[in-house]
C-alpha cells in the first residue's frame, strides 16, 4: 500500500541519516584524538616550512602589516581564511589545526555525498566510513597546513559538476565554477580541472540526453563563474607587479624541479642552485634564471624561463624524458606516501593514535581498480569522475607527487573503492564468476602495481633531517645529533643536509676533525653544496687562511648565486685584502638583496 511505501522510505531515510551522524561524529573523534596526539610532540608548536609561511603572512594580513609589490609566490587563499580566523581567535596555529579538523569532517560528509550521487546511500554511507578512517586524510586535517582546505574544495567541486550533469541546472554550474575558482586559488594545479570539467559538461551531458541549450547555458554558468572569481586575483597581481599574472609564480620552477634530469630519483629533490626554504627558493630560481640570461628579471618571467628550459631539455633527450614521466607514473600509484612535511610511518613513533591500524593507500586502491574495471562501461558518472580524477593526477606526473598532492586524487575514488567491497560480496552471493574473475585480475594487479620497486621509496633522510631540526631549536641536543647521524648513515637524498649540519655542530665545537669528516661527505653536486663551501671559508677563515676561505666563499656563490650569507662574508674579507673588487661584490649584493626586498 502507498501508505506502507512511505513509512518504509521515511524509515530508510531516518536510518541513513542516523548511520551518516555516527560516522561524523566517528571521523570528529579519531581527528580529535590525532589532534591531542600531536599536541604531545615536539612537532605541535614548532611550524614547518609552509605552516610558517602561511602563519607568518596572515598574521601580518589580521594585523594590517602586509604590503607587496610582487606577484603572488604561493596560493592566497588559505592566507586571507587563516588571517580571519587570527582576528577572530588570536594569532595561534590552534585556531588553523581546529578549522582544518572541522573540515577534515566535512569532507567525509561531501565524499557521502558524491558517493550517492555516483550509484547509491549505501555506497555514500561506505566511501564517508572509508575517508573517516583513512590516516593521511586524518593526518592532514589535524596540521596547519592548507591540505584539507584543498581535499574539501577539489571533493566539492566533483559532487556540484556530477549535480551539474545529472539535472543539467546552470546553478549547480554556477557554483562549482565558484568552487573550482577557489581551489585554484588553494591549489594551482587544479588548473587542468577547467577545461576538463567544461568537457565533462558538454559530452556526458549529452549522453545523458540533455539539449544543446541546456549544455550550452552550463558551459556558460561554469566559465562566467570561474572568470569572475579569479578575475581579483589578476588584477591584484598587475596592481602589485604590473603583471597580468593569473595565479602564482611557482609553475616553472616546480615544472623544473620534478623533470630534473641530473636527478635520478622520481620524487621532489632540490636543486643545488636553490635552498629548500619556502622563504627564499623561489627568489633563488628568479636570480639563477636572470643570471643565465644575463638580465634582471620578474619573478613570472623567470617562471617562464624555467618552464622553456624544462621544455627544452624534454625535447633533447626524450628517452630519459619518458622513462622518467613512467617512473613517476609509478609513483603516484605506489604505497609509499612521499610526504614532504610529515610522515605517517615517522610520526606514529611519536603520536600515539597513528599506532592504529588506520585505512592506508595499499589498502584501499585494489578495490578503487576492481571497481573501476566493473563500471567503466556502464556507469556514466563513474566515467565522468574517472576522467576528472585521472586528469588531474596527470599533472602531478608532469610535476610530482608527493602525499599531500596525492591525497584529494585518492579520496574522491572512495566510492568506488566502497562499491568494489559491495558488488564483490554481491558477486560472492549470486554465483557471478566471470565478474568474480575479473575485479580479482585487477585487485591483484594493483596490488602488484603499488608495490613496484621504485627508487627513492623509503627514503626516511627528510623526515630525520626535520625531528633533527625541530629537537635542536627546542634544545633537544643529544636527540637532534642522532637523528641527524641516523640520516648521514642512511645515505639518502637528504643526507647532505644531515652531514653539513652535523659539520656546522663541530665546527662551532672546535672540533675539526669531526667537522671535515662530515664536511667531505656533502658531495659538490648536492642541493647543499653551497653551503658545504660556506662552511669551508668559515673554517679557512678559523685557521687564517685568507686565500682559500675567499676560494671557498667563491665556490659557494657560483653554486648558488642567490645566497646573500655567503657574499657578505667575502665582502668583508676583500675590503682589507682588495677594495677595488670588494666594490664590485657589494654591487652585486645590493642587486641580490632587492629581490628579498618583496614581499
Known sequence: MPGDTTKTTEKTDSGVITALILILLAALVVRILALLSIGQTIYYDFLLWDERIYHDWAVSLADGTYQSDSVYEISPLPAYLFALLYRIFGPHHLAVRIMNLLLGTLSCLVIYLAGKEMFDRRTGLFSAGIAALYAPLILYSTVPMKTALSVLLFLTCIWLSLLAIRKASWAYALIAGITAAAALNVRPNYMILIPATVLVLGIWGHRLGHSRRRICLNIAAYLIAVIVAVVPVVCRNYRAAGEPVLLTSQMGFNLYIGNNMDEDDPFYRPVPFATTSPYEQGR??????????GTKISSSEASGYWTLESIKRAAKHPGPTIY????????????????????????????????????????????????????????????????????????????????????????????????GILDARDFLRQRRHWALVASGCAFIAAGIIQFLP???????????????????????????????????????????FANQSLA???????????????????????????FKYELKGDMMMRKRDVPAAIEAYRKSIDINSGRLEP?????????????????????????????????
Open 284 to 293: 633563488q630560481f628568479t636570480i639563477e634564471a636572470g643570471r643565465r640570461t
Open 324 to 419: 622518467r614521466l613512467f617512473q613517476k607514473t609509478l609513483v603516484l600509484l605506489n604505497r609509499y606516501e612521499a610526504a614532504d612535511h610529515y610522515s605517517l610511518e615517522f610520526i606514529n613513533d611519536f603520536a600515539y593514535v597513528y599506532k592504529f591500524p588506520f585505512l592506508n593507500f595499499w589498502m584501499v586502491f585494489p578495490f578503487i581498480c576492481m571497481s573501476i574495471v566493473l563500471l567503466i562501461r556502464s556507469s556514466k558518472q563513474a566515467q565522468a569522475i574517472l576522467f576528472l580524477t585521472v586528469t588531474g593526477a596527470c599533472v602531478l606526473v608532469v610535476f610530482y607527487t608527493t602525499a599531500r598532492y596525492r591525497l584529494p586524487f585518492v579520496v574522491v575514488l572512495f566510492p568506488f573503492a566502497a562499491k
Open 454 to 496: 621504485v627508487r627513492g621509496t623509503g627514503d626516511m633522510t627528510a623526515y630525520l633531517n626535520t625531528h633533527a631540526f625541530v629537537s635542536m631549536d627546542q634544545g633537544r641536543v643529544d636527540d637532534a645529533l642522532s637523528h641527524w647521524k641516523a640520516s648521514s648513515e642512511a645515505r639518502g637524498a637528504y643526507s647532505g
Open 504 to 530: 656546522r655542530i663541530y665546527f662551532n665545537r672546535g672540533d675539526y676533525e669531526k667537522a671535515v669528516q662530515y664536511l667531505n661527505k656533502v658531495r659538490s653536486d648536492s642541493f647543499t653544496a653551497a
Open 567 to 599: 657574499r657578505g662574508k667575502l665582502i668583508r674579507i676583500l675590503s682589507h685584502v682588495d677594495p677595488e673588487k670588494a666594490k664590485a661584490e657589494i654591487k652585486e649584493f645590493r642587486y641580490i638583496e632587492s629581490f628579498y626586498g618583496e614581499q
